[in-house]
């Protein structure tokens, strides 16, 4: 520290402790609000990886109806439907994974660290104002 502890007076001991436990019922609140919303990302991407799955099913019964129209030789204007009905599924597949709430896996590991190091901070001021205590009785 830039001022040793020892040297400050009861008052300045007890603001400086005060403002400690400020900043660190702070970034608590912080930390568990970043762990909370990156809880709630991934549950969102749970659920959106099994919308996703009935999106990719449902491509793929377009594509097998096409494929059957084809090969049966359908009209062209049903064929043309069909052929519309497959591109529409697949621009619903394509357009699902681009969420912003999807969380990569440098997304996690930053997110991670964040954590980390608000879990530190809380650490190091705990220590810290136990330090402020014992001084103070």
């Known amino acids: 520290m830039l001022v040793?502890?020892?040297s400050m007076s009861q008052a300045d001991l007890q603001a400086t402790r005060d403002q400690f436990?400020?900043?660190r019922r702070d970034i608590t609140r912080d930390r568990t609000i970043k762990h909370e919303r990156a809880l709630a990302r991934l549950e969102a991407q749970a659920g959106a990886s099994t919308a996703q799955t009935v999106l990719e099913a449902e491509l793929a019964h377009a594509q097998s109806t096409y494929d059957f129209m084809v090969a049966n030789s359908a009209p062209q204007a049903l064929l043309d439907e069909q052929q519309?009905?497959?591109e529409a599924?697949?621009?619903a597949v394509?357009?699902?994974g681009s969420s912003a709430s999807f969380i990569t896996d440098p997304d996690a590991q930053e997110i991670q660290f964040e954590l980390d190091v608000l879990d530190y901070s809380v650490t190091h001021l705990g220590e810290l104002i136990g330090q402020i205590d014992?001084?103070?009785?």
């Open 4 to 6: 040793e502890l020892n």
């Open 21 to 23: 436990a400020a900043q």
């Open 84 to 86: 519309e009905v497959v």
């Open 89 to 91: 599924a697949q621009r």
């Open 94 to 96: 394509d357009g699902y």
């Open 134 to 137: 014992a001084l103070l009785t």
